[in-house]
């Protein structure tokens, strides 16, 4: 009797097929043991690589050969695979293409343990895992990338020059921009027309007999599609499975600290306590607060007074730079009862709600200093009220106005009303600290009032406290591509040294919590 | 000779002869269950009957043919439904189906529909097995009974029905067609077959051209810019008036930057079918059964042959009372049938399913149930292919 045509496969080891090429689906997790060291060491490099990604990602365009260049020395850094024709043959120094695609594999499933528990860990790092898809994809051969979908059983074949011929006329007037000689240059993937629903959809695509006809512009879309879905339904899975991991007491510190920080940390866990006097907070304002910030405080010390969103969002914004709950108090009293209120309404009224924004009174909801999604998004500023951001509430003219008086280069608030215009309210405000730092290149990618204060306080040269607390979670800012060298290869050097420190670290920093 | 006239009062001594003698039972059952390749199939599949009275029962379902025969000669639907195939957690998919719908005077329509869809089904989208019903009055229904339709999910169903509309827009919107290069060749295969038609339907049935009224409607639909209204108003003759039309987008075109389709529109507008968008995208839809009776027009649901398309006439469709008149006839050589009915006894089962094919064949639904039986042959000549390609996977070691 004759068997189909399924030839036993003699390999030993399934993951060296896996191996094969420089990029993968990450369709199967890892089966090996690995000591924890390398576990961290793994973990925490990809997470500076996909921070990496972020931060070039908002900067450049995606394609241009600036990010391309700079992922590129950013992934050869961290020793992750980046030529797609690399292989072990010629000997070399360094770690072994295999061993780099092999950390590849693994830290990408250490992550994802860190990144399933919630949507916006989730929306961030699949983001990240498909910018990086996508870079190394667009670097494989075009004759390498078929025998890739094929293997990951995306069976998209590319039709051949004489069905081209068969199917020019139909194939011109079914995608936008293609001339018959474009068709005849361009390859044309014959696609089953459930994989390419979205061209199905709006009628972009040539149907037959169930196939779509693809141009090699729109497979990359479908591939890239298909690896977010593939990564978002892994994602839930594992999200699954979390308890078993979380229960490992060996684990569960890093995978926590690994999702603080793609936020920067959350700044709920007070540092510097005390170490900020109530009589600096006025040049403070000045130099190191963000403009929503800012602008709280001059409101604060013209009116002597702030509604309940401002005082909530500038109160905790105090909390997270370093203000003791006493020196909050004497704070808010000291400007409220310059204005309409005397000291025992201050105490009846408004002396709860700082206690409570200090965790103690109450339930302690939320009392975590707000990061610029949150003022972005919610609870939007009207008449009468100073919170919010500045770059997205206020209005252009306002805003410019406003930036006049804070002595703002005319050409430097065109640039910021550009971003404004474009909706990139936080690169607004990026660049707002590069103009008044005087910089040209702020090397982290801004998302917390607080961490504007501390990357200013940094820049300023704030002392060695402030940069202890930058550190731990914040190195994989610290090691964007755009900085340089120096930094990022100390770093690299020094991390298996100094990961028992780190993790020591870690805990302490988790326990004074 | 009485009358075979319907009448919807005669419905209840009609159904039951109907059900008892007529519906093909095990061809419908065969169909349902296709070809036995997926078990449990049919014992999930939902029916609704909506009974005398207006009574409406749902969530029916059999576990064999038997059982669905005995219910129903028991209740004598006035409607049957047919749902999608459910368990008890989950809903899963089933056939598909598109649903047209037209003005109720024109039959040309349905069939440009019929037409434009089944050429973008099969050729488009490679479904081999489509069964185009006719509801009975003025509707038609695709069933696309492939295994690849059952699998569909929401999403692609969805897309599908996007691919094959046209015609967009409500009451408010004046202009419903927009065409912008580069024209897909499915709207080009489409324009195809609507442009036979168009004399015939809209030209002479509609009288498009002819009527103050409908005149301006389509005027409304032309470019502003065009300047030829003087000489239209001067000509008389319909079909004059749509040449005047085709000439000028033939100018337009040549000194327009943009390729002018005014006059395809027009002709897209007033004949390209609107699809029912809910029945096409929904799964737990339920759907009138083929062999299902009209209650309004007394019309059986009959499948329609697509390669006699043109022949079809929906106004000579059997209704219920004439095909239980055609039974009743007294026929030659009935006496020898007894005789043979008695000698078969022995195989009760077959002898049943021998004299109701006997019965049927007498009546004008014969050839519509021959029909039914070749597409269930095709569908079963694919099954087959299927289980012989499961069974083969199922011997890998």
Known sequence: ?513 | MPSSDYDPASLPDLLPLYYRRLFPFSQYYRWLSYGGVQKNYFQNREFSFTLKDDIYVRYQSFSTQNELEKEMQKMNPYKIDVGAVYSHRVIFHTLQSFAADICSKCWTLMTIAIRILDRALQDDFGFQHRLWVYSGRRGVHCWVCDEAARKLSVAARSAVTEYLSLVKGGDETIKKVVLTEPIHPFISNSLKVVKEYFSRYALHDQDLMGSKESVEKVLALVPEDILFLQEFKKEKKPEKRWELIEAEALRKQSTAKKGQYFENEIMLQYCYPRLDANVSKGVNHLLKSPFSVHPKTGRISVPINVSELDKFDPFSVPTISLICEELDRPRPGEEKEKVEDAKEKADEKDAIEKRKSRDYKRTSLAKYIKYFDQFLDGMARSWKGERLRNSDLQKEF
């Open chain 1, 1 to 513: 009797m004759q068997f189909g045509g399924r030839r036993k496969k003699i390999s030993t080891n399934p993951q060296s097929e896996l191996y094969g090429q420089h990029l993968q689906f990450y369709g199967q997790p890892p089966l090996e043991n690995i000591s924890l060291s390398e576990f961290e060491t793994f973990a925490v490099e990809r997470l500076k690589l996909l921070k990496t990604v972020e931060n070039l990602g908002v900067s450049h365009v995606k394609v241009s050969d600036q990010y391309k260049g700079k992922l590129e020395s950013q992934l050869k850094t961290l020793n992750f695979p980046y030529r797609p024709d690399a292989d072990d043959k010629k000997s070399q120094s360094g770690p072994t293409e295999y061993e780099k695609r092999r950390k590849d594999h693994i830290s990408h499933f250490i992550l994802r343990l860190a990144y399933c528990q919630t949507e916006d860990l989730r929306r961030w790092f699949i983001q990240q895992e498909v910018d990086l898809f996508r870079f190394r994809f667009n670097d494989l051969d075009p004759k390498q990338q078929l025998p890739f979908l094929h293997k990951n059983n995306l069976h998209y074949d590319t039709i051949s020059s004489e069905e081209k011929i068969e199917l020019k006329d139909q194939l011109i007037n079914s995608s936008f921009g293609f001339s018959g000689i474009k068709v005849m240059e361009h390859e044309f993937y014959k696609v089953p027309f459930q994989d390419a629903l979205d061209l199905v959809r709006l009628r972009k695509v040539y149907l037959k007999q169930g196939y779509a006809y693809i141009p090699h512009q729109d497979i990359v879309t479908i591939v890239l599609n298909d690896f977010r879905t593939r990564l978002s339904k892994a994602l839930a899975l594992t999200a699954r499975s979390l308890p078993a991991v979380h229960s490992d007491e060996r684990l569960q510190p890093l995978l926590n600290h690994l999702s603080h920080a793609y936020v920067g940390q959350d700044y709920s866990i007070q540092k510097n306590v005390g170490k900020i006097s109530l009589d600096q907070i006025d040049s403070l304002s000045g130099k190191s607060f963000p403009l929503c910030m800012r602008q709280l405080h001059q409101s604060l010390r013209e009116n002597h007074h702030l509604r309940h969103g401002g005082r909530m969002q500038y109160g905790l914004f105090l909390k997270g730079i370093g203000l003791s709950l006493e020196q909050a108090l004497q704070f808010w009293k000291m400007e409220f009862t310059r204005g309409k209120v005397d000291a025992d309404k201050f105490d009846k009224a408004y002396a709860y709600s700082i206690r409570h924004m200090f965790g103690k009174e109450g339930k302690r909801t939320d009392y975590t200093p707000y990061s610029c999604m949150k003022v972005i998004l919610s609870n939007p500023p009207s008449q009468g009220d100073h919170h919010g951001c500045p770059f997205r509430h206020s209005d252009p003219e306002l805003l410019k106005q406003k930036l006049q008086v804070y002595k703002v280069s005319p050409s430097g608030i065109n640039q910021i009303l550009e971003l404004v215009k474009g909706m990139h309210y936080q690169l607004a405000c990026q660049k707002y600290f590069e103009l008044t730092h005087n910089i040209e290149d702020s090397s982290f990618s801004l998302n917390h009032p607080n961490q504007y204060f501390l990357e200013s306080q940094k820049l300023l040269g704030g002392g060695k406290d402030i940069k202890r607390e930058m550190d731990a979670p914040q190195r994989s800012q610290e090691n964007s591509a755009s900085k340089g060298s120096a930094a990022t290869q100390e770093v690299a050097a020094n991390t298996s040294q100094h990961l028992a420190e780190m993790t020591e670290d870690l805990e302490s920093f988790f326990q004074e919590a």
